[in-house]
């Protein structure tokens, strides 16, 4: 017979369990809730979202942002992947969190063609990475730097108005990216390596085109094996292949150069290029944290030569077929230029802060035609929340920033190119060194692209040069530019534009 006393125990303990039960429950709960993943769109088994980003994955993920939100996640084979696709987001990650996201993720692109994540571009946030990035600021990047190369840039660009002048006396049409490649290449090679890369436009320079090109396009790929590691030996796409038979004609390319350079040491006595500095740090075998090894050399000469050249020619190149399909901005622009620079001579880097119009143009096509549409990926250390949502360690990170350059919420009338929109108050003071996170072709961050100072010279000037010196026009028999994208580490026109050009000032200014 049970006792009152051993009922109400039994009573007690059931309670208390029911409450611990309870407790448990609710806190499992709060704790899922607090672990909410962002929303994204179902994926396959195994595959995940990966055959849902087609051919145009920026074009998508841009769609996919309208109904899911500008934070969006997605399963990626085994890996978790997040993308950010409005300036707010961005700004979250890549400025509160930015020291959380600062290394990339391990990919075949790293690994094949950058000498396995040896270079700046994919190298792990440490002190490798500072050293290359500082001596690249330093003595090639940085303000004071290339200051220093203006005379160079001005050169170089003088054999590339020589060349266009030639193909419009003999009545051809410029391949604009062929000629922006053997301008943009030389002037690096001077700065580099003390020399002209190619002596002449030819079949040399439009090679080494093809092959940036095809490196920024592989390397731009979604490949399965980064994303299913397990069964990256089958390399099912084939892009892993196409990046080793690539690696190798760079590779041998850099050497060749590299010991050329060598050869010649003695005429540069006192007088160091950026080949010389690196080659000063690079001690083969040293084990300290502040030296360099010729395989960095080479895969930091990979970056600048590649980047170097592409970036900015593929915006140069949208920039003039926007304006070819809008004269007015033609019209608009050589209306500035003949009223602060004339028609007697070239125009000058020290012109550039007196053409605002100029300036709105270069602006606007990193908008609309941003170098890179989705930056370089990321990949975070620790577990973090955005907007109340939970991203995971080890998660990758991608800003489309082709989707922010045509967010309407930011910019009217996005799809249209209209530089004047630089010109109000409201744009006026955006920039597209990293600080403004509406207009960041380069990224922003610790991880902004080493470069973007460079970048956005060189658009200005060999842009503004280009338009000031020639008057454009259409090929005879084509009465339409084909403006259709091909997507890539850098987003290429995937027709290259061919256009007539005629003298507009004196044959002087040409000479």
């Not at 440490?126 to 203006?150: N, Q, V």
């Not at 050589?334 to 880097?349: A, K, N, P, S, T």
Request: overall charge neutral; some cysteine.
């Amino acid at each position: 017979m049970v006792t009152i006393d051993e009922f109400l125990v039994g009573e007690i303990v059931s309670a208390t369990l029911v409450c611990i039960v309870a407790c448990l429950f609710i806190r499992s709960f709060l704790r899922n809730l607090s672990r909410k993943l962002p929303p994204g769109p179902r994926g396959w088994p195994i595959i995940g979202a990966l055959p849902l980003l087609g051919t145009m994955p920026h074009v998508t993920l841009a769609k996919m942002a309208k109904r899911y939100g500008p934070v969006m996640y997605l399963k990626m084979g085994t890996c978790d992947m997040v993308v950010a696709s409005t300036p707010d987001a961005a700004r979250a990650f890549l400025k509160t969190l930015d020291m959380n996201f600062s290394n990339r993720p391990p990919n075949a692109g790293a690994t094949h063609m950058a000498y396995n994540a040896q270079d700046m571009v994919f190298a792990d946030y440490g002190p490798r990475w500072k050293l290359l990035r500082k001596l690249s600021s330093l003595h090639m990047l940085g303000r004071k730097a290339l200051d220093e190369w203006t005379d160079v840039r001005a050169a170089e660009l003088g054999h590339m108005l020589r060349a266009m002048h030639e193909s419009s006396r003999q009545g051809q049409p410029v391949v604009v990216p062929e000629m922006l490649t053997y301008a943009m290449a030389n002037m690096i090679g001077q700065v580099i390596l003390s020399r002209r890369v190619f002596v002449t436009k030819g079949s040399e320079s439009n090679e080494f085109k093809d092959m940036v090109v095809e490196l920024m396009t592989s390397g731009g790929y979604f490949n399965i094996g980064d994303f299913v590691p397990s069964i990256a030996w089958m390399d099912l796409q084939g892009i892993e292949g196409g990046m080793k038979r690539l690696h190798k004609k760079f590779d041998a390319l850099l050497t060749r150069m590299i010991e050329e350079h060598m050869a010649t040491a003695h005429e540069r006595e006192g007088k160091p290029d950026f080949l010389d500095i690196l080659m000063t740090n690079c001690q083969e075998n040293n084990t300290g944290s502040e030296t360099l090894n010729s395989t960095n050399v080479k895969a930091l000469l990979l970056n600048l030569f590649t980047a170097g050249t592409d970036t900015s020619s593929s915006v140069i190149e949208w920039a003039l077929a926007e304006m070819l399909k809008n004269p007015s901005i033609f019209r608009r622009a050589h209306e500035e230029m003949d009223r602060v620079i004339g028609r007697q001579r070239r125009l000058r880097e020290s012109d550039l802060p007196r053409l605002p119009y100029l300036r709105a143009i270069c602006k606007e096509s990193f908008r609309k035609h941003p170098s890179t549409p989705l930056n370089l990926p990321r990949v975070s250390a620790e577990p973090c929340l955005v907007n109340g949502y939970y991203i995971p360690g080890n998660t990758r990170l991608s800003v489309n920033i082709w989707a922010i350059g045509r967010d309407p919420d930011v910019w009217e009338d996005p799809l249209e190119f209209v530089p004047e929109r630089f010109l109000l108050e409201k744009h006026a003071k955006v920039d597209a060194h990293g600080g403004s996170f509406e207009l960041m072709p380069f990224g922003a961050g610790r991880r902004v692209c080493a470069g973007a100072r460079m970048g956005v010279v060189m658009v200005e000037y060999i842009l503004g040069t280009l338009v000031h010196s020639f008057e454009w026009g259409l090929p005879n028999g084509v009465d339409e530019l084909n403006m259709d994208e091909t997507f890539g580490l850098a987003l290429q026109k995937s027709v290259p534009l061919s256009a007539l050009v005629s003298p507009r000032l004196l044959p002087s200014a040409y000479a």
